[in-house]
T-cell receptor
Framework: GEQVEQRPPHLSVREGDSAFITCTYT??????FFWYKQEPGASLQLLMK?????EINEGQGFTVLLNKKDKRLSLNLTAAHPGDSAAYFC?????????????FGAGTQLIVIP | EAAVTQSPRNKVAVTGGKVTLSCNQT?????MYWYRQDTGHGLRLIHY???????EKGDIPDGYKASRPSQENFSLILELATPSQTSVYFC?????????FGPGTRLTVL
């Protein structure tokens, strides 16, 4: 089955610096990719959903990169601020997955130092 | 207004006791999911459902049962709770490969 590996497990950056998180996956049929943000004590909030057909996706203060050849999904938080401090999870699903099952990475705990 | 709600939010149970975690969604989604979250593991799928009356095993179903009596409600049942089931449990509803999560239930089994 699908295996999703997320690195690093912990990341500290200074305010204004970039924070880079990467996931690798194993199933070449993977088609949908997600990044979730979880603030302390809170639930998971969907940051971005990307499709296999799009390699670069930009959101509010972040960029998601998809490299299908290397089976790698990345999240780059540009100019991080303390409000970005949270846990971040990638998730992967394939187009044929029954019921849209997601496979999650283990998460990255990000701390942004003021 | 929250579309996925869970109850209780916190629960302390004794080993061998029965625990029922409840989830309600107003998204009118067909699919619902139960996950547990543990440090170093991310979210792991326990059971899921594609509609009222259906339940399917996820990746770690042992020790858990599920019930989907209606479109809106999905319950997770621990018939004989064990300390290894101490965790945070999340319910989600979804369609079109997007999932929306509830606030979570923190379960402690003593």
């Amino acid at each position: 089955g699908e295996q999703v590996e997320q690195r690093p497990p912990h990341l500290s950056v200074r305010e204004g610096d970039s924070a880079f998180i990467t996931c690798t996956y194993t199933d070449p049929n993977s088609y949908y990719f997600f990044w979730y943000k979880q603030e302390p004590g809170a639930s998971l909030q969907l940051l971005m959903k990307v499709f296999s057909s799009t390699e670069i996706n930009e959101g509010q203060g972040f960029t998601v990169l998809l490299n299908k050849k290397d089976k790698r999904l990345s999240l780059n938080l540009t100019a991080a601020h303390p409000g970005d401090s949270a846990a971040y999870f990638c998730a992967v699903s394939d187009r044929g997955s029954a019921l849209g099952r997601l496979h999650f990475g283990a998460g990255t705990q990000l701390i942004v130092i003021p | 207004e929250a579309a996925v709600t869970q109850s209780p939010r916190n629960k302390v149970a004794v080993t061998g006791g029965k625990v029922t975690l409840s989830c309600n969604q107003t998204n009118n989604h067909n699919n619902m999911y139960w996950y547990r979250q543990d440090t170093g593991h991310g979210l792991r799928l326990i059971h899921y459902s594609y509609g009222a009356g259906s339940t399917e095993k996820g990746d770690i179903p042992d020790g858990y049962k599920a019930s989907r009596p209606s479109q809106e409600n999905f319950s997770l049942i621990l018939e004989l709770a064990t300390p290894s089931q101490t965790s945070v449990y999340f319910c989600a509803s979804g369609d079109n490969y997007e999932q929306y999560f509830g606030p979570g239930t923190r379960l402690t089994v003593l």
